[in-house]
């Protein structure tokens, strides 16, 4: 393992993904390199380290501004896998055609080639890799098997230096993920009390339990967040309007932080900025406001007084 690879301690880390009004990954509209230098040079006043969901334009650009602009960030490097498997259980549908399935499966080799690329070719800022996000939880649009996931690790693992992981909703980990769980260097959870009706009085706590139900289980595997926060707008679907609100961020983030400060724990805050192009059209729609900055890059309450100045 490289000297300067990702470390499951506590540190200054968040999610980033720079898409803008008018900018989508759906639609191939990506941010610009000025437009990520600008958002870099926000993020690293506060955070040391970055995730990053895919091997697309965007992932080059952000790992070329760090290098070029030598900023202190390093970066968690992911894959963004299509379905490889269709599934009933998803709410907004997610039923395939074995052709689009074959052409799926395609198109995540070379995503998983392009990963490799990159993590090769930016050795210095890309501390850790990921076969992919949420492709295994009951309710994902892109369900990739279990199995496959192995396969992909195991490519992985062979080709580059930097510790691999998996990132996904905290309930799989116990059940269904234990043969991939062998496989990799670390474990990555996700959790959200928000989307599961809890209230702000609760939902530490309920963050806490998430999180020791996998560690735990796995008492000798290092386990971390990559996903964890609080969103500030809702359109009801899914979250109580009244649930969602700058004011709750902000003591969710403040009390998540000290906890994991306390504990030792490595801790993605999502996210960095909102980003519209998520969800629904809605302009309420929940999945559109996790930042802790606005979509015009002006700090939320949460945010306010360290960066008073923007």
Known sequence: MKANALKPGFEHAICYSGYREGQSPVDGVFPSY??????????????????????????????????????????????????????????????????????????????????IKLANRYPDIVSSVSVGNEATVEWTDHRVPVENLIEYVHRIKAAVDQPVTFCENYVPWTDKLEPLAAELDFISLHTYPVWEYQTIDGALDYTQKNYYSVADHYPDKPVVITEAGWTTRSSGRGIEPWNASQEFQATYYGELLDWCKEKDILVFVFEAFDEPWKGSPDPHEPEKHWGLFTVDRKPKLVMQELYAHL
């Open 34 to 115: 000025h437009e990520i230098h600008e958002d870099l040079n926000i993020l690293k006043e506060n955070w040391k380290l970055l995730r990053l969901y895919d091997c697309s334009w965007h992932a080059e650009f952000v790992l070329d501004v760090i290098r070029n602009e030598s900023l202190d960030l390093k970066v968690m490097l992911g894959a963004d896998m299509a379905a490889e498997q269709s599934n009933e259980h998803c709410p907004w549908g997610a039923s395939y055609d074995e052709r689009t399935l074959v052409a799926n499966r395609r198109e995540n080799s070379i995503e998983v080639d392009r990963l």
